[in-house]
């Protein structure tokens, strides 16, 4: 049985999984949302040498407020380090546009993210 710890907020849940940490994110990425995240996605990219991953698996709906959630984490941990999970088609559909696929590849999965060499890319 694996132990989850009780959600930050309603929209994240944190925690630790073979040596990454996961943000969970959860039900609708907007600014109210952002604003509850900033501060839990501020304190786990403090390090530069963290290894994050983002997990969207949860997420009903994305606007311009979760794009800069990914762009403020991605700056912050600029080595590399960040892994994003991805597959609702109108979430890689804005990823995409935006640009951001080509810096922070989506993986399929989160085993997918968790398990794949920290040097490879993850596919588009």
């Known amino acids: 049985m694996r132990f989850e710890p009780p959600p930050l907020t ?3 849940r944190v925690r630790r999984d073979r040596g990454h940490t996961v943000l969970e994110f959860h039900g ?3 600014i109210a949302a952002a604003t509850e995240i900033t501060p839990h996605l501020d304190l786990a990219t403090t390090e530069p040498d963290a290894r994050v991953v983002v ?3 949860h997420v009903t709906f994305f606007d311009l407020s ?3 959630l990914l762009y403020r984490a991605r700056h ?3 080595d590399g380090r960040l892994q994003l999970v991805c597959v609702h088609p109108l979430t890689l559909r804005m990823l995409r546009i935006t640009g951001l696929t080509r810096l922070l590849p989506p993986w399929p999965s989160l085993d997918a993210a968790l398990t794949a060499p920290e040097s490879k890319p993850g596919p588009v």
């Open 55 to 57: 997990d969207l698996t």
């Open 28 to 30: 609708e990425i907007d």
């Open 10 to 12: 309603r929209h994240l």
């Open 66 to 68: 979760g794009l800069r």
């Open 76 to 78: 912050r941990l600029a």
